[in-house]
T-cell receptor
Framework: NAGVTQTPKFQVLKTGQSMTLQCAQD?????MSWYRQDPGMGLRLIHY???????DQGEVPNGYNVSRSTTEDFPLRLLSAAPSQTSVYFC?????????????FGQGTRLTVV | AQSVTQLDSQVPVFEEAPVELRCNYS??????LFWYVQYPNQGLQLLLK??????LVKGINGFEAEFNKSQTSFHLRKPSVHISDTAEYFC????????????FGGGTRLMVKP
């Protein structure tokens, strides 16, 4: 029972490099989302998806792209990394968009941009 | 727009002592409220949630929280903490018109000392 799996767990990038953070869930959840976690600021929503082929922006979308070609996968792309994107990134999924549905989180990707 | 304030960034407490982690929110519409816990190097997991009904909500690991609408608070309590409760705790809300999107507080690090 894997739940939500994120890869890699750690990554160091140079400014201007691109990379993709992977997220996969095996619970057949429709709703998936990406958050970034910064000290003292809690988690902030970057992008979310309510199903395959449908994505939308959250609170802090600038510098990030997403796509949802399958129900299982929701990758987050950084096209040109900046030091301000140094953070811990969490992917989450839930059965539906209905309010109160429990969100399941991955273990996070710790990204450092130098 | 909703916001969540966790008044204490760190709470040190001795083992077997009681603890209260404070959470206040601001919203102009009805909200659902959540507490999540993040153990070291792990993702977040749901402790408890308030959707409606009784204002006292019981969660996992002996935690409980009380919804106070007049004070817009949702404080988390445990009568006797264990070393294993050392973690970061996040309060979150979802608004009536925001589906399952969560707004998180900045987090409170609970440090249980022997």
């Amino acid at each position: 029972n894997a739940g939500v799996t994120q890869t890699p767990k750690f990554q160091v990038l140079k400014t201007g490099q691109s990379m993709t953070l992977q997220c996969a869930q095996d619970m057949n959840h429709e709703y998936m989302s990406w958050y970034r976690q910064d000290p003292g600021m809690g988690l902030r929503l970057i992008h979310y998806s309510v199903g395959a082929g449908i994505t939308d922006q959250g609170e802090v979308p600038n510098g990030y792209n997403v796509s949802r070609s399958t129900t299982e996968d929701f990758p987050l792309r950084l096209l040109s990394a900046a030091p301000s994107q140094t953070s811990v990134y969490f992917c989450a999924s839930s059965y539906s968009m209905a309010r109160g549905t429990e969100a399941f989180f991955g273990q996070g990707t710790r990204l450092t941009v130098v | 727009a909703q916001s969540v304030t966790q008044l204490d960034s760190q709470v040190p407490v001795f083992e077997e002592a009681p603890v209260e982690l404070r959470c206040n929110y601001s919203s102009s519409v009805s909200v659902y409220l959540f507490w999540y816990v993040q153990y070291p190097n792990q993702g977040l997991q749901l402790l408890l949630k308030y959707l409606s009904g009784s204002t006292l909500v019981k969660g996992i690991n002996g935690f409980e929280a009380e919804f106070n609408k007049s004070q817009t608070s949702f404080h988390l309590r445990k009568p006797s903490v264990h070393i294993s409760d050392t973690a970061e705790y996040f309060c979150a809300v979802s608004e009536n018109n925001a589906g399952n999107m969560l707004t998180f507080g900045g987090g409170t690090r609970l440090m249980v000392k022997p």
